[in-house]
């Protein structure tokens, strides 16, 4: 579904932060990417998101060459790719139940068409009683969870997050993953870029460890 | 498929759909960009205030062409027969006979002879009153009213005049038509020039001032791009935006405009006999736009509206492009 080969990356004339990374990433696959702080973890991400190009080397993403596809064609295949950032990116104008519901209203669906959808899916992340309410009033860790239910409300291919636990406690940490492995279950891609050792021992999965620039693979 | 999800994962749906009913409010949804900010209400207020400086001087070109018009068209109507007095002349026959002679031209419409009463009046200025025209040689005239669709052949009226009738000359005031044509178009072409300037100053100030509210956006540009919302989508939603707020700031610059013309035009008509309402009017006429006046106004607030609109457009696009480039570092 989406593959890497010999890519490498650098920002403008700095030193390369990814090299050759070569890999894989399967339809229905579940794999934690990891390594230390600055390894280089988010802009591997950013490269699967196709929020980069990468300086050298090819990915193909839904059978697409990267470097072909073009400014037009992006909002459709972002559209199979569900994104939670590290810094959530809420809009503070809107509600929680508005921020969950944005990439299903820019798509100009009706909101009588996926209200139930956003309702439970908020109240199984914890933020039942917190729909109404605006992301300013919200803690990390509740903006997290928004930010978790808006990449997962349209049950995307992939499913890309960036420390999506970073910011919970332990009950509810094992709780969204256990959402991410029913979200893998039912067909989705997941990619969870993290540090937490004890969130990955919770799954036998693939882990993706970037050291020395490179990516290393654990099946 | 996300029901069969949360299925899975175990979501009391109908504990869900309780406290939704208990803690959503009912009504419409809030706009997908920020409702009216502080940015936004600056823009209004710049947007007015331009609009206001652009219509007041659209109108006032509007005004000094409809006067410098009316001006010529006033002298362009009228030319004079002049007669000199000689000794042992005889004015009044002289001054019938050149009535009856310019009346025979075609393209003079009338011609009248100015009595003694009203050429003592004209001269009662310098000569004062109880004037004795007899004891002054001075000259007499007969106004000619010319068709201005169809003018007469001056040159032949004036050759006519001086043959047949002694000590008259024709006067076709061209001098002063043609002094005064060039003094119209030059303040025409000054108004114009001025009204040109305010609008591109108008366009600059709107153009900046729509970036400017515009900065704090590009979170929100990020985030719609980023949930998959198409470029165009994107635009819509600020052009209909921004165009909303380009639009009410140049309908309140605009309609305060016009009031004033309004204004000034009632205040003109209610003191018409007093010396400074005459003044105003002999220097820009009456104070009345008309339609196509006001037309022009409407015009001026749909495009400041329209630019305010498109400027949102294409820092979306712009930005947009700059998101991309970085994608493609």
Known sequence: MIRFENVGLRYG????????????????????????????????????????????????????????????DLPMLRRKIGVVFQDFRLLDHLTTFENVALPLRVRGREEASYKSDVRDLLAWVGLGDRMHVYPPVLSGGEKQRVSIARALIEQPAVLLADEPTGNVDPPLARRLLKLFIELNKLGTAVIIATHDLSLMEQVDSRRMVIHDNRVEIYD | MIEELLRRAGADREKAAKTFRRIMPDGKAN???????????????????????????????????????????????????????????????????????????DGITSAKIVDREATARLLEPWLGSGLDLDTLPVPRLVVVTIDPQSPPDFEAISATVARDIPNASFDSHRNWVDRLITMARTTALFGTGIFILVLAATVLTVVFATRGAMAGAGHVIEVLHFVGAQQGFISRQFRHRFFLIGLWGALAGGMLASLLFLALRFWGSANMAAPEADQAAAL??????????YGATLLVILAIASLTGLTSQLTVTAFLQDLHDGETK
Not at chain 1, 41 to 51: E, G, N, P
Not at chain 2, 56 to 67: C, D, F, S, W, Y
């Open chain 1, 13 to 72: 004339i700095g030193p390369e932060i990814l090299r050759d990374v070569s890999f894989h990433i399967p339809e229905r696959s579940f794999q934690f990417l990891t390594g230390p702080s600055g390894a280089g973890k988010t802009s591997l991400l950013r490269l699967l998101f196709l929020s980069l190009k990468p300086t050298r080397g090819n990915i193909t993403v839904f059978g697409r060459d990267r470097s072909t596809i073009s400014r037009h």
């Open chain 2, 31 to 105: 706009p997908i960009l920020p409702a009216t900010t502080v940015s936004a209400r600056a823009l209004t207020l710049v947007v007015a205030i331009m609009t206001f400086l652009a219509c007041l001087t659209l109108g006032a070109v509007i005004l000094v062409n409809r006067t410098a018009e009316t001006w010529q068209t006033q002298i362009a109507r009228e030319a004079t027969i002049q007669i000199r007095p000689a000794e042992g002349f005889d004015m009044d026959a002289a001054l019938e006979k050149a009535k009856s002679l310019a009346e025979t031209f």
């Open chain 2, 284 to 293: 820009f006429g009456q104070f009345s736009l008309g339609l196509s006046g």
